[in-house]
């Protein structure tokens, strides 16, 4: 297959806590085979600066938790055809949507001002530290997703199931065991 | 008791009249998931799972608290029920804080399990991410109830083979709390025996026994049966089929 050929697959990394992209290491060999059929074309583990226009599949790991979460998933949705929910964090919220029970600017005083060191930027943007959206939020829910990928994080057999699927220009259809939260 | 004929998915079968559809159902092999279905204890149809078609009825029936009938047409799979069963659950999901990773019975529980085996691949409903408080003034047990999805399961056994019924619910609709005795803490209880039944029928993380840690809690559905038809099977030794369970006995 020649390389202007080759599937445009990229991977985000937005809340979460990179488990989901270990796991996608895991796949070992088979990232050989990937590799063969597709170029990452953004990633956290691909130094690229902006996310790309012309992606066929993107793979998504982690809840929308600030505004740069926000703001990269839109970019991800305008210039992705495929759009999957990578692991229960953007499925779900998962762990990162565990402070949503409480207020943000409560929850950063918790942390941080009735803490040890400098308080970052609560609700109010400061230029630095992306703001907290009031509430962590699933991927579906803030843009349209293709496809899910469940598990905290999905084993290597459920990403290649899924990936290969994709690659092949199938929908992605897990079987029951490979269905399961957490 | 008499014999009924009924059609279920276009066959046709006969049951006893006393029957429920869910027993039917089961005794000819045909999955429907259930959730606050439990042997041994009485019905609620509180969980919706069991959802049926009865040909004849505008809505959907729950099979655990339906009698058979003559002449029934029931039909136990269909998009319709595919889709009502996905909603319910998804409902469910999204009113407490099911958070799988971090949960007791991550990899044991019915929920996660029924929400694989229906498909639910995600959410759509906004995540309601109560505020719940965690019961843990009992001296073996604990009570979470961001995990409970207030089957009753706990209730009645508690009152029905227990005997002691502690727990009751508080409340109506989202506001729905399994209490203990006058809405206490667990642990000042005067009412419980800690028997720890009500503990091992959740099919949840809501009742845990203290102690376990992220997947690590295991139920033993089955000492149910043991109790309630252990004797006429002959079967004494609880130790010998359920180990964890009586070995957690044995150290009190």
Not at chain 2, 32 to 58: F, K, N
Not at chain 2, 72 to 89: A, G, P, Q
Not at chain 2, 158 to 187: F, Y
Request: proline share 4%; aromatic share 6%; with cysteine.
């Amino acid at each position: 297959m020649a390389r202007n050929d080759k599937i445009r697959l990229a991977t985000v990394w937005l809340g979460g806590c990179s488990g989901c992209h270990m796991s996608f290491l895991d796949l070992d060999e088979r990232l050989i085979d990937l590799a063969e059929q597709a170029d990452l074309v953004y990633s956290p583990i691909a130094d690229v600066k902006v996310f790309p226009d012309n992606v066929d599949v993107t793979l998504v790991e982690g809840a929308v938790a600030n505004i740069d979460h926000l703001e990269l998933a839109e970019q991800v949705r305008a210039r992705s055809k495929i759009v999957v929910s990578f692991g229960d964090c953007a499925v779900t919220g998962n762990v990162t949507s565990l402070r949503n029970r409480l207020d943000v600017d409560d929850l950063l005083n918790r942390v941080y001002q009735e803490g040890p060191g400098r308080v970052p930027a609560g609700s109010e943007p400061d230029g630095i530290v992306p703001a907290l959206l009031r509430r962590v939020v699933p991927l579906h829910q803030v843009i349209k997703v293709d496809a899910y990928i469940p598990g905290c994080p999905p084993d290597p057999e459920r990403i290649w199931a899924a990936v290969s699927a994709l690659l092949a220009g199938e929908p992605v259809r897990l079987e029951e065991d490979m269905r399961y939260f957490g | 008791m008499s014999v009924v004929t009924l059609t279920l998915n276009d066959e046709l079968i006969s049951a006893n009249s006393d029957q429920s559809l869910l027993e039917v159902i089961r005794e000819h092999d045909i999955y429907i998931p259930t959730l606050c279905h439990m042997e041994g204890l009485s019905e609620r149809g509180g969980c919706r799972m069991c959802l049926v078609e009865v040909q004849g009825s505008r809505t959907l029936q729950a099979a655990c608290v339906t009698e058979v009938a003559e002449g029934m047409v029931v039909t136990t799979h269909s998009e319709r029920l595919r889709k009502y069963r996905r909603m319910t659950l998804e409902l469910i999901f999204a009113e407490r804080n099911h958070v799988c990773a971090v949960c007791v019975m991550n990899g044991h529980c019915e929920l996660q399990a029924v929400a694989a085996i229906e498909g639910m691949d995600h959410v759509r409903f906004d995540y309601l991410h109560p505020d719940l408080p965690m019961d843990i003034s009992h001296e073996r047990f604990g009570l979470d109830h961001n995990r409970c999805i207030l089957c009753t399961r706990c209730v009645r056994v508690c009152d029905e083979v227990e005997g002691a019924h502690t727990k009751d619910v508080l409340g109506r609709g989202i506001n729905c709390r399994i209490i203990n005795d006058l809405n206490q803490p667990w642990g000042s209880s005067q009412s419980c025996t800690s028997c720890g039944k009500c503990v091992e029928v959740c099919p949840t993380g809501a009742l845990f026994r203290k102690g376990a840690t992220v997947a690590e809690m295991v139920k033993r559905h089955d000492f149910l049966s043991w109790i309630t038809s252990g004797r006429e099977k002959n079967e004494w030794d609880y130790a010998g089929q359920a180990p964890y369970y009586a070995t957690e006995r044995r150290k009190e």
